[in-house]
């Protein structure tokens, strides 16, 4: 299981930091990522992380976004600089170690707007 939380309202600029929690002990071992869909549009990766903690980007999340993991808390980060009323999404968090083993939060919204 994985509570996201973090998400809001924010001015264009702003930043916020969503988190990511999972319930499952072996949370060290899961690629995790963060997603995000706009109504209408198909998900998109934004940013994932592996278990050795390799990053990698969106195009339109570099230099912006950074994603982290805090294994001893069984939590995933994102910090999100420099907002743009585009960001504004439902961000999900997803964990994923094979096919048996893959799971997604329920969403966090966030809105960028003045």
């Known amino acids: 299981q994985l509570v996201e939380s973090g998400g809001g309202l924010v001015q264009p600029g702003g930043s916020l930091r969503l988190s990511c929690t999972g319930s499952?002990?072996?949370?060290?071992?899961?690629?995790m990522a963060w997603y995000r869909q706009v109504s209408g549009n198909e998900r998109e990766l934004v940013a994932k992380?592996?278990?050795?903690?390799?990053?990698n980007y969106a195009n339109f999340a570099m230099g912006r976004f950074t994603i982290s993991r805090d294994n001893t808390k069984n939590t995933l980060y994102l910090q999100m600089d420099s907002l743009k009323p585009e960001d504004t999404a439902v961000y999900y968090c997803?964990?994923?170690?094979?096919?048996?083993?893959?799971?997604w939060g329920q969403g966090t919204q966030v809105t960028v707007s003045s």
């Open positions: 499952d002990s072996l949370f060290k071992f899961y690629f």
């Open positions: 997803n964990a994923y170690k094979d096919p048996q083993n893959e799971f």
């Open positions: 992380i592996t278990p050795g903690r390799d990053t």
